[in-house]
């Protein structure tokens, strides 16, 4: 069993900053090869935002947030980050971070098994 938990979530003005945590836990951690970050807004399909693998190099973004967003991870802390920057009203939405156990898909939530609660993220213009 893998537990995720996000934060770091808030409000912010549009051009500010948020990083964004998820702490994995869970004996079966381990078995899992890549994290990602996803997010929902309000009558939107859940999108991809952005994934790493996590035993090798290998990071992943959409094109909305390429150059704005960075993700990252801390393995020995198992924690995952999303630093995000320049943000725009767009990128409001809830955000999840999520496990895959492979890294071949990096970008499709179907094959993200494990889902954190999710983080708030509001820009105000």
């Known amino acids: 069993q893998v537990t995720l938990v996000e934060s770091g979530g808030g409000l912010v003005q549009a051009g500010g900053s948020l990083r964004l945590s998820c702490a994995a836990s869970?004996?079966?951690?381990?078995?899992?090869?890549?994290m990602g970050w996803f997010r929902q807004a309000p009558g939107k399909e859940r999108e991809f935002v952005a994934s790493?693998?996590?035993?090798?190099?290998?990071?992943f973004y959409d094109d909305s947030v390429k150059g704005r967003f960075t993700i990252s991870r801390d393995n020995a802390k198992n924690i995952l980050y999303l630093q995000m920057n320049s943000l725009k009203p767009e990128d409001a939405a809830v955000y999840f971070c999520?496990?895959?156990?492979?890294?071949?898909?990096?970008?499709?939530?179907?094959?993200?098994?494990?889902w954190g609660q999710g983080t708030q993220v509001t820009v105000s213009t």
């Open positions: 869970g004996p079966t951690f381990k078995y899992y090869e890549m």
């Open positions: 790493i693998k996590w035993n090798s190099d290998g990071t």
């Open positions: 999520a496990a895959s156990r492979v890294t071949h898909m990096p970008t499709d939530p179907e094959w993200f098994g494990i």
